[in-house]
């Protein structure tokens, strides 16, 4: 522990009700001081994170339904912001105008105008706005990006990124917001990663997904480089795995578990990389907090890259909702699966994030987009204000939050 972090820190904010937010908790206990206090701002799930204080809390911990407090002697010294990802933006607009250095949790803002709003509000009071990335902390992505450098040029790149359905993590079982298509949730993970190796920023060449939008394969140029990245939920295993060809012979770092794997061909090399005491995140969550006390920053928490990235994810997100509902359209008239379920969900959460939906549910609005033209269908899906209309017609004029049972 850092005599910056036993002397600078006495209170933390942290914005959030869910599983990650119980995560970050845990982690956010083992790096700071004892004396430190950590209060978890929770409007939807204050009963859950009480439950959760009382077991793991050290008696360091208040649940509180309200947003932080800015001033007296609750104001806190450093706020996480880790509660649904379209409540960021406001929730971190909130301590930003307070002075206050915040970490928002990714997705950093759900437009490249929300992100711009959140730097300028930094920069105008000259406040520490850091962002999460968790994989940039990872050793292993130094020593793969030296390796990659040494082997210039690469001549193609692949990336790999899914998540099993069912899958526990930090002992939980991990969910995925609904509402959030597949690239906005992790193309924040990805894109500095492959920034961190190649030095460039990613451009977009085309788009095309599969299984309603649970597979979204993306193709971009890094300025010469041609590299595919393919992003999937509901898959068969969880991967973090990217790839580069090259004259010179191909690498792969393996990022699924702990710090890492690198391979040149099919040897590894070296030992596989140990995750640190407490993990990436804890790393992150130290560097963010040592500079919140030090006045400092560091790189792999900048805002500013992480705005080029919303630009980026903006320039797709047009593409894909005009894919998708091609993709529905195509299967008007067939029985719900997967595919359709998942697509569904997307489409109705992305309007009602808390509507409660089941199959049966599902197979009555279903069966009412079916009777739409194949034209109409398009049309209406690939236009955001039409879709939120036509769903809330469907739903019965109910435009609450959206949930599917687990």
């Known amino acids: 522990m850092s005599k910056r972090l036993e002397q600078g820190l006495q209170r933390l904010a942290l914005v959030g009700g869910g599983r990650w937010a119980r995560v970050l908790a845990g982690v956010l206990l083992e790096v700071t001081p004892a004396s430190v206090q950590l209060d978890i701002h929770s409007a939807r799930n204050p009963t859950g994170m009480g439950e959760w204080s009382a077991r793991h809390g050290l008696g360091r911990v208040r649940v509180l339904t309200a947003p932080p407090e800015f001033h007296g ?7 996480i912001v880790a509660n649904a990802a379209r409540d960021h933006a406001k929730a971190a607009s909130a301590s930003l ?26 920069r105008r009071d000259d406040t520490l706005l850091a962002v999460s990335r968790v ?11 030296a390796l990659v450098r040494a082997r210039a040029p690469a001549t193609r790149a692949r990336v790999a990124w899914t998540d099993p359905k069912l899958e526990i993590r930090y002992g939980e079982v991990k969910q995925y917001d609904a509402s959030i298509p597949v690239l906005v949730d992790i193309l924040p993970h990805v894109l500095p990663m492959l920034r961190t190796i190649f030095g460039r920023n ?14 979204t394969e993306i193709r971009v140029d890094l300025a010469d480089l041609p590299c595919t990245i393919l992003l999937a939920r509901d898959a068969d295993a969880r991967r973090r795995i990217i790839e580069v060809e090259g004259e010179r012979g191909d690498l792969r770092l393996d990022l699924s578990e702990g ?17 640190p005491t407490g993990g990436l995140l804890a790393l992150m969550l130290r560097k963010f907090l040592e500079c919140a006390t030090a006045g400092t920053s560091d790189e792999r928490l ?20 005009e894919k998708q509902a091609q993709w529905i359209a195509e299967r008007g008239g067939r029985q719900l699966d ?41 049309e209406t899906l690939a236009d955001p204000v039409q ?10 004029g109910s435009a609450r939050s959206a949930r599917v049972p687990s």
């Open 302 to 321: 900048s805002p500013v890259t992480a705005t080029e990235d919303c630009r980026l994810v903006d320039q797709m997100l047009p593409i894909y909702r």
């Open 73 to 79: 002697a609750n104001r806190p010294d450093a706020v």
């Open 135 to 145: 994989f940039l902390f990872a050793h292993s992505l130094e020593r793969f990006a």
């Open 202 to 215: 990613a451009e977009l060449v085309t788009l095309g997904l599969s299984n309603g939008g649970a597979e």
């Open 259 to 275: 710090d890492g794997r690198i391979f040149d061909g099919g040897e590894e090399l070296g030992e596989p990389g140990k995750s």
């Open 338 to 378: 997967a595919g359709i379920r998942y697509a569904l969900c997307e489409v109705i959460f992305g309007g009602a994030p808390q509507e409660t939906l089941d199959d049966a549910r599902l197979e009555t609005i279903w069966g009412k987009i079916s009777d739409l033209s194949a034209a109409s269908l398009v």
């Open 97 to 122: 105008r307070a002075g206050v250095a915040t970490l928002v949790e990714k997705p950093f803002a759900l437009c490249e105008s929300d992100a711009r709003d959140l730097v300028e509000l930094a």
């Open 387 to 396: 879709r939120t209309r036509e769903f809330t017609r469907l739903l019965g």
